[in-house]
């Protein structure tokens, strides 16, 4: 059982909102988040309709 952080739940209540049909505007704004972090979820809600929403780590990854 996975435990959700306070925004994975954020970033889903967003993705669950625009697939209802609401204004990405709209939701950013009552979320207080920005228009390019919902885009940001959004393409990867739409890469992988099965993604948690994770953050993904931007270090360089080391080949062994």
Known sequence: MS???SEQVLRR???RRR??????VD?????GRSLPW??????AYR????TDLTDQSRA???NV
């Open 3 to 5: 435990i959700l952080s």
């Open 27 to 31: 939701i950013c704004r009552d979320l």
């Open 38 to 43: 919902f885009d940001k979820w959004w393409a």
């Open 60 to 62: 360089d990854q080391v």
């Open 13 to 15: 209540e967003a993705i």
């Open 19 to 24: 697939l209802q049909g609401e204004r990405r």
């Open 47 to 50: 890469r992988n309709p099965q």
